[in-house]
């Protein structure tokens, strides 16, 4: 293997592991009380769930469990899951799906709308074609394949059947991908699920998909550190408060190759399905809702900073802003 090789293998550990658990430390050290912390490998990603409670610690398996539940049925390269289900049959008749799918799907659809586009699940194939999880890459996909492929990912085409809980994607090229939505999703199911056990402070962490529960302490929020995309070992460049909230942040550092002298990343523009080009190196949206958190990052990664602040104050959402300039953009956080 060359050194070339170990050094990109090093560097994906470093990206995947380490970062994420020291973006769980940054939360961890905003609290006075003594934290419990469990992690587990899942949705591709490290994730924590930390209590402040010794007699809430019991439900950390639980709610694990219920994630692991989850995500086999939104894997989309897991045969048998509903979403591998769903893009096996494309083009072909609609699948029927559990209710919790059934929901997640409708917001993607919802918020595909509510983005003008910007967010869009039905990228699927054209990710694919880009490989932004290989480690070598010794060509750019096809431009006109990718031009064929974009025919195909026009949100109508993500046909719903609420009635019979069905899904169809109308057309043969079309694979559904729900990354941008997932984890934001599961972050929120997650803290509803402690809440429900009566745990009124915890941290939820799918791999920088935070959800506080409840407050740091009365009347104080939690302070949630945002990943510094230029240090290779961490470190957070500011902070945002949080309770009861998501706290999700998108950013072209987190997944990307380069290919003679640029660099690709894996947030595609939906208009073009090359990786999106925009003012922003970093951007975080605050939402009670994780699946709406989650969705609007990813749009507004793509939408670029002016439109990104206009799209979350329209919808009351709280919003950070990291220019390519080096700029902070903050939005009521
Ligand atoms: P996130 O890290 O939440 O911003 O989501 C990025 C992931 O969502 C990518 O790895 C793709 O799987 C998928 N994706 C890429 N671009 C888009 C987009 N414009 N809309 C929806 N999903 C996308
Ligand atoms: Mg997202």
Not at 61 to 72: G, H, I, K, M, N
Request: net charge negative.
């Amino acid at each position: 293997m060359s050194s070339f090789i170990v050094a990109a293998r090093i560097r994906e550990m470093l990206r995947k592991w380490l970062f994420p658990l020291f973006f769980t430390f940054l939360v961890l050290v905003s609290c006075s009380d003594e934290p419990y912390a469990e992690y587990e490998l899942m949705m591709d990603t490290q994730c924590s769930i930390t209590v402040y409670e010794t007699s809430d610690r019991q439900y950390i398996e639980p709610v694990f469990a219920s994630l692991r539940a989850f995500e086999e049925k939104v894997d989309r390269f897991r045969e048998g899951s509903d979403i591998w289900r769903i893009n096996e049959c494309a083009g072909l008749c609609p699948v029927e799906v559990d209710s919790e799918v059934f929901d997640l799907i409708s917001m993607a659809k919802d918020f595909s709308l509510a983005t003008g586009g910007a967010f869009n699940p039905l990228l699927g194939a054209i990710s694919d074609l880009w490989g932004f999880d290989r480690i070598e890459h010794e060509s750019l996909p096809d431009e006109g394949e990718i031009a064929k492929l974009l025919e195909a990912t026009i949100i109508d085409n993500l046909v719903l059947d609420e009635e019979k809980m069905t899904v169809f994607l109308a057309d043969s090229r079309c694979r559904l991908d729900l990354g941008a939505i997932a984890k934001g999703y599961a972050s929120q199911k997650a803290a509803d699920l402690l809440s429900s056990y009566g745990v009124d402070r915890a941290i939820v962490n799918l791999g920088g998909n935070v959800y506080t529960v409840g407050e740091k302490e009365r009347g104080r929020a939690w302070t949630v550190g945002i990943q510094n995309p230029n240090a290779e070992t961490g470190g957070y460049f500011t902070t945002v408060e949080s309770s009861d909230s998501a706290v999700v942040t998108s950013g072209a550092y987190q997944r990307n190759f380069s290919f003679e002298g640029k660099t690709y990343h894996h947030i595609l523009d939906p208009a073009t399905g090359w990786s999106a080009e925009s003012d922003i190196t970093s951007v975080t949206v605050i939402s009670p809702d994780g699946a709406q958190a989650d969705a609007f990052s990813t749009a507004c990664f793509v939408l670029g900073s002016e439109e990104a602040l206009e799209l979350c104050a329209s919808y009351g959402l709280g919003c950070l802003v990291l220019t390519s300039e080096g700029e902070v953009l903050r939005l009521g956080c």
